[in-house]
């Protein structure tokens, strides 16, 4: 779509470059509004995730296997928030791509690796809640802080490995293969791709996630049913133990729940385009990645709304 400027003269990417790409034109409270309004939205997020960050890595008494992944989850929201967020808007504002073709392959290759790797860390705080409430005797000796960092790198290193492989194997390196025109950032990805990022970043640990959770919330549910009767009849009381599992339960499936609601839109349109073999509008598209980007910026939300540890941390002395 051309754009124009007052005097009918079409603005460039790149005025000096015969192949540039045509550029989009603002009005410059446009700009200044969108880029306040990123701005806050890139520094909300990666201050949110700091303090997370800071207060699981100070406290030793915080030191526990799922905290531990909950940093790393920190992690990975923060890095939305410090390198996807402002690069993503300066694509979306300027509506051109300053930073080279090969930069434009790597940013697709960072974008799935935060992604995919955020979605198996989840993957990983299931299996550990599964642990801890369907199996509590054994939760000590099989997730431990050695198993559960173990865990952890194995994700990195995985999504890592598999998206630059799949960036390299699809060449979105090479420059024979860059865009129409200089100073576009939109790359092609092949159907048989498509349909392997849908299962490999979507359907496989979304359907691991909601069976984990569904098994942890019926032995929570059962549980307290039978808690409930032994204490009708004075035979005994809730112990902490069991309040404090079942309460991390919740808080960790109210996280899932919130990732899975801004994840599953996204999907659902990517299923569609990839079995209707129609591509979705880009407003739609972008909207819902932008979605998923702001997820990053709600789970220090739901930290400090349920967690009393995060409350204390950040509350100054």
Known sequence: MAYETEDHEIQYCFPDINSSCIKGKRSSHEYNIMYVLILLLSAWTVFLNLLVI?????????????NLLILSLAVF????????????AIKLIEICWYFGHTF?????????????????????????????????????????MTKTLMGICICWFTCFS??????????????????VCYGGCFLN????????????SFLIPCTVIIALYLRIFYVVH?????????????????EDSVKSESKAALTLGIIMTVYLLFYIPFY????????????ISSPTMTFLAWTLYANAGVNPLIYALFYRWFK??????
Request: aromatic residues 10%.
């Open 54 to 66: 800071i207060s699981i890595s100070h406290f030793k008494k915080l030191h526990t296997p799922t």
């Open 77 to 88: 929201d923060m890095f939305i928030g410090l390198i996807v967020i402002p690069i993503e």
């Open 104 to 144: 434009c392959g790597l940013f697709v290759v960072i974008i799935g690796l935060l992604l995919s790797a955020s979605l198996g860390n989840l993957v990983l705080i299931a299996i550990d809640r599964y642990v801890a409430v369907c199996h509590p005797l054994l939760y000590p000796h099989k997730i431990t």
């Open 162 to 179: 598999g998206n630059f492989a799949f960036a390299i194997n699809y060449r979105y390196f090479d420059t024979a293969q860059a865009d």
């Open 189 to 200: 990805v092949p159907y048989s791709l498509r349909i392997m990022d849908l299962f490999i």
């Open 222 to 238: 059962q549980q307290v049913k039978i808690i409930n009767s032994l204490m009708k009849s004075g035979k005994c009381e809730m």
């Open 268 to 279: 659902i349109l990517y299923i569609t385009a990839v079995t209707t073999a129609k591509e």
């Open 312 to 317: 204390i941390s950040v509350k100054p002395s």
